[in-house]
Protein backbone atom coordinates (compact mmCIF):
# COMPACT_ATOMS: atom_id res chain seq x y z
CA UNK A 1 0.00 0.00 0.00
CA UNK A 2 1.32 3.43 -0.93
CA UNK A 3 2.33 6.04 1.83
CA UNK A 4 1.46 9.35 2.16
CA UNK A 5 2.71 11.65 -0.27
CA UNK A 6 2.84 15.01 -0.18
CA UNK A 7 4.08 17.73 -2.99
CA UNK A 8 6.42 19.42 -3.49
CA UNK A 9 9.03 18.46 -1.85
CA UNK A 10 10.26 21.78 -1.39
CA UNK A 11 8.97 25.43 -1.57
CA UNK A 12 10.77 28.93 -2.22
CA UNK A 13 8.41 31.85 -2.17
CA UNK A 14 8.94 35.16 -1.68
CA UNK A 15 7.09 37.17 1.31
CA UNK A 16 2.98 38.12 0.37
CA UNK A 17 2.52 35.27 -1.98
CA UNK A 18 0.19 32.67 -1.38
CA UNK A 19 0.74 28.60 -1.62
CA UNK A 20 -1.22 25.70 -2.11
CA UNK A 21 0.24 22.33 -0.50
CA UNK A 22 -1.10 19.10 -1.52
CA UNK A 23 -1.64 15.79 0.53
CA UNK A 24 -2.37 12.14 -0.90
CA UNK A 25 -3.74 10.13 2.09
CA UNK A 26 -2.84 5.82 2.57
CA UNK A 27 -6.46 4.52 0.40
CA UNK A 28 -9.03 3.57 2.75
CA UNK A 29 -8.08 6.74 5.11
CA UNK A 30 -10.61 9.10 5.31
CA UNK A 31 -8.95 11.69 7.58
CA UNK A 32 -6.28 13.93 7.07
CA UNK A 33 -4.23 16.26 9.98
CA UNK A 34 -1.98 19.16 8.97
CA UNK A 35 0.74 19.99 11.33
CA UNK A 36 3.88 22.63 10.81
CA UNK A 37 7.19 22.42 12.32
CA UNK A 38 9.68 24.64 12.96
CA UNK A 39 12.47 24.13 15.36
CA UNK A 40 11.28 27.42 17.92
CA UNK A 41 7.78 26.00 18.22
CA UNK A 42 8.02 22.13 17.64
CA UNK A 43 5.32 20.47 16.05
CA UNK A 44 1.53 22.83 15.89
CA UNK A 45 -1.56 21.04 14.99
CA UNK A 46 -3.25 23.12 11.61
CA UNK A 47 -6.41 21.43 11.40
CA UNK A 48 -8.36 17.79 10.64
CA UNK A 49 -10.41 16.93 7.96
CA UNK A 50 -12.71 13.80 8.01
CA UNK A 51 -15.06 13.05 5.04
CA UNK A 52 -14.69 16.80 3.30
CA UNK A 53 -15.94 18.11 6.91
CA UNK A 54 -13.02 20.47 9.43
CA UNK A 55 -13.25 18.21 12.52
CA UNK A 56 -10.81 20.60 14.32
CA UNK A 57 -8.80 23.48 13.57
CA UNK A 58 -5.54 25.18 15.47
CA UNK A 59 -4.68 28.00 16.66
CA UNK A 60 -3.82 29.54 13.55
CA UNK A 61 -4.86 32.85 11.38
CA UNK A 62 -7.19 32.73 8.97
CA UNK A 63 -4.15 32.95 6.41
CA UNK A 64 -3.85 29.06 6.92
CA UNK A 65 -6.68 27.10 5.14
CA UNK A 66 -7.10 23.93 3.97
CA UNK A 67 -10.25 21.57 2.45
CA UNK A 68 -10.57 18.04 1.67
CA UNK A 69 -11.90 16.12 -1.67
CA UNK A 70 -14.18 13.38 -2.46
CA UNK A 71 -11.55 11.03 -2.62
CA UNK A 72 -10.01 12.46 0.85
CA UNK A 73 -6.99 14.06 -0.87
CA UNK A 74 -6.20 17.60 0.84
CA UNK A 75 -4.58 20.74 0.34
CA UNK A 76 -3.94 23.46 2.65
CA UNK A 77 -3.19 26.58 1.65
CA UNK A 78 -1.39 29.59 3.19
CA UNK A 79 -2.42 33.81 1.76
CA UNK A 80 0.20 36.31 2.27
CA UNK A 81 2.98 34.49 3.08
CA UNK A 82 5.07 35.37 5.91
CA UNK A 83 8.70 34.87 7.17
CA UNK A 84 7.56 32.94 9.66
CA UNK A 85 5.54 30.76 7.91
CA UNK A 86 8.78 29.03 6.86
CA UNK A 87 8.57 25.66 8.12
CA UNK A 88 8.25 21.95 7.01
CA UNK A 89 4.51 20.90 6.66
CA UNK A 90 3.54 18.14 7.53
CA UNK A 91 0.39 15.84 6.54
CA UNK A 92 -0.82 12.75 8.31
CA UNK A 93 -3.74 10.37 7.14
CA UNK A 94 -5.69 7.68 9.69
CA UNK A 95 -8.47 5.55 9.30
CA UNK A 96 -10.43 7.20 12.54
CA UNK A 97 -10.39 10.34 14.51
CA UNK A 98 -6.78 11.04 14.47
CA UNK A 99 -6.76 11.31 18.65
CA UNK A 100 -7.14 7.47 18.69
CA UNK A 101 -5.57 6.06 15.52
CA UNK A 102 -2.02 5.81 14.59
CA UNK A 103 -1.35 8.70 12.27
CA UNK A 104 0.31 7.93 9.25
CA UNK A 105 2.77 10.84 8.01
CA UNK A 106 3.95 12.10 5.17
CA UNK A 107 7.88 13.15 4.45
CA UNK A 108 6.32 16.75 4.67
CA UNK A 109 6.71 19.62 2.26
CA UNK A 110 9.64 22.53 3.34
CA UNK A 111 8.64 25.91 3.02
CA UNK A 112 11.30 28.38 2.73
CA UNK A 113 9.53 32.02 2.52
CA UNK A 114 12.08 35.31 1.69
CA UNK B 1 1.00 25.12 22.92
CA UNK B 2 2.57 21.76 23.97
CA UNK B 3 0.33 19.58 25.96
CA UNK B 4 3.38 16.98 26.39
CA UNK B 5 6.83 17.53 27.01
CA UNK B 6 9.87 15.03 27.25
CA UNK B 7 12.51 14.50 28.87
CA UNK B 8 15.79 14.90 28.22
CA UNK B 9 15.18 17.22 25.60
CA UNK B 10 19.03 15.38 24.40
CA UNK B 11 20.15 11.57 24.62
CA UNK B 12 23.31 10.40 23.95
CA UNK B 13 24.06 6.42 24.51
CA UNK B 14 26.21 3.89 23.23
CA UNK B 15 25.26 0.75 21.04
CA UNK B 16 23.81 -1.82 22.73
CA UNK B 17 22.11 0.33 26.11
CA UNK B 18 19.16 0.35 26.83
CA UNK B 19 17.25 4.23 26.20
CA UNK B 20 14.53 5.79 28.18
CA UNK B 21 12.40 8.47 27.58
CA UNK B 22 9.55 9.97 29.62
CA UNK B 23 7.06 12.02 28.84
CA UNK B 24 4.61 14.43 31.37
CA UNK B 25 1.57 15.90 30.24
CA UNK B 26 -1.19 18.59 31.62
CA UNK B 27 -4.83 17.21 31.44
CA UNK B 28 -6.62 14.07 31.37
CA UNK B 29 -6.20 11.67 28.50
CA UNK B 30 -8.01 9.24 26.51
CA UNK B 31 -4.79 7.99 25.11
CA UNK B 32 -0.98 8.99 24.57
CA UNK B 33 1.09 7.72 21.27
CA UNK B 34 4.56 7.35 21.14
CA UNK B 35 6.05 8.30 17.31
CA UNK B 36 9.89 8.53 15.97
CA UNK B 37 11.65 10.85 12.95
CA UNK B 38 14.18 10.70 11.53
CA UNK B 39 16.10 13.90 10.41
CA UNK B 40 14.07 16.13 7.74
CA UNK B 41 11.17 13.06 7.36
CA UNK B 42 7.95 12.67 8.61
CA UNK B 43 6.91 10.88 12.03
CA UNK B 44 6.30 7.40 12.15
CA UNK B 45 3.96 5.52 14.79
CA UNK B 46 5.55 3.14 17.05
CA UNK B 47 3.23 2.79 19.83
CA UNK B 48 -0.50 3.98 21.16
CA UNK B 49 -1.03 3.16 24.81
CA UNK B 50 -4.65 3.67 26.08
CA UNK B 51 -5.21 5.22 29.56
CA UNK B 52 -6.94 2.11 31.22
CA UNK B 53 -3.47 0.50 29.76
CA UNK B 54 -0.28 0.74 32.12
CA UNK B 55 2.29 -0.97 30.05
CA UNK B 56 2.65 -2.20 26.21
CA UNK B 57 5.53 -3.63 24.20
CA UNK B 58 6.60 -3.77 20.86
CA UNK B 59 9.44 -5.51 19.38
CA UNK B 60 12.34 -3.78 21.99
CA UNK B 61 9.68 -0.96 22.63
CA UNK B 62 8.13 -0.69 26.56
CA UNK B 63 5.54 1.84 26.99
CA UNK B 64 4.30 2.54 30.62
CA UNK B 65 1.76 5.11 31.38
CA UNK B 66 1.12 6.50 35.04
CA UNK B 67 -1.93 8.60 34.54
CA UNK B 68 -1.73 9.79 38.45
CA UNK B 69 1.47 10.96 37.35
CA UNK B 70 -0.04 12.19 34.03
CA UNK B 71 3.72 10.26 32.59
CA UNK B 72 4.82 8.25 30.50
CA UNK B 73 7.79 6.45 29.58
CA UNK B 74 9.64 4.46 26.56
CA UNK B 75 12.19 1.91 26.65
CA UNK B 76 14.22 1.26 23.76
CA UNK B 77 16.14 -1.96 24.48
CA UNK B 78 19.64 -2.86 23.08
CA UNK B 79 19.77 0.19 20.90
CA UNK B 80 20.67 0.29 17.85
CA UNK B 81 22.63 3.50 15.41
CA UNK B 82 19.71 2.94 13.65
CA UNK B 83 17.53 4.34 16.35
CA UNK B 84 18.81 7.47 16.44
CA UNK B 85 16.07 10.13 15.82
CA UNK B 86 13.89 12.29 17.52
CA UNK B 87 11.12 10.60 19.78
CA UNK B 88 7.72 12.48 20.74
CA UNK B 89 4.72 11.82 22.59
CA UNK B 90 1.60 12.90 21.27
CA UNK B 91 -2.03 13.39 23.68
CA UNK B 92 -5.30 14.22 23.04
CA UNK B 93 -6.16 15.91 26.37
CA UNK B 94 -8.98 18.26 26.42
CA UNK B 95 -8.66 20.19 23.23
CA UNK B 96 -10.26 16.51 20.77
CA UNK B 97 -6.66 17.17 19.30
CA UNK B 98 -3.69 15.38 18.89
CA UNK B 99 -0.86 17.69 20.43
CA UNK B 100 2.80 16.59 20.46
CA UNK B 101 5.17 17.33 22.79
CA UNK B 102 8.92 18.83 22.11
CA UNK B 103 10.63 15.45 21.55
CA UNK B 104 13.74 13.96 22.81
CA UNK B 105 16.74 13.72 20.64
CA UNK B 106 18.28 10.10 20.79
CA UNK B 107 21.47 9.84 19.41
CA UNK B 108 23.30 6.22 19.30
CA UNK B 109 26.67 6.03 18.86
CA UNK B 110 28.34 2.64 16.85
Known amino acids: KAGVTQTPRYLIKTRGQQVTLSCSPI?????VSWYQQTPGQGLQFLFE???????NKGNFPGRFSGRQFSNSRSEMNVSTLELGDSALYLCASSLGHGISSPLHFGNGTRLTVT | SQQGEEDPQALSIQEGENATMNCSYK?????LQWYRQNSGRGLVHLILIRSNEREKHSGRLRVTLDTSKKSSSLLITASRAADTASYFCATDGATNKLIFGTGTLLAVQP
Open chain 1, 27 to 31: SGHRS
Open chain 2, 27 to 31: TSINN
Open chain 1, 49 to 55: YFSETQR
